[in-house]
């Protein structure tokens, strides 16, 4: 106790206690506008499975998501803090043929790249394979 105690006299008289870190800046449509290059990896290794582009457009901000070789997806998205979170489909499965599947996704920016985690929802399918779980990342382009 007696040692406790001889800490917070100690750190009130060094000018107090420490101050929390800032805070995430907010993240924001206008943050977003351009086109972004995605890459598609499993959460758990490095392999590309698939790669694309998503773009931002429009005042209000409407988004779109293309995987390579693929028909464009509309992007629903909604901003929280430093997050953008996201939600496309249903629409053809890039990695299961025959089956639709449904994304969401949460995003956040860190410099000119964006990083996130995606999850699938594959309709139609039971059990465990229901779901599946990709890591994105995005690197603005020109």
Known sequence: ?????????????????????DAPATLTAADLV?????????????TVLATGMLVAAGDPIAFTQQVTGRDAVPVDAAFDG?????????????FRAGVMVTTTGVIRMAGDTLHGITTAHYDGVAGADSLARFRVSYTRQP
């Open 1 to 21: 106790m007696r040692l406790s105690l001889l800490t917070v006299v100690v750190l009130v008289a060094c000018g107090g206690a420490a101050t929390p870190p």
């Open 34 to 46: 351009g086109r972004w290059r995605f890459e598609v990896r499993p959460v758990d290794r490095d």
């Open 82 to 94: 430093d997050s953008l979170m996201t939600t496309s489909g249903p629409y053809p499965s890039s």
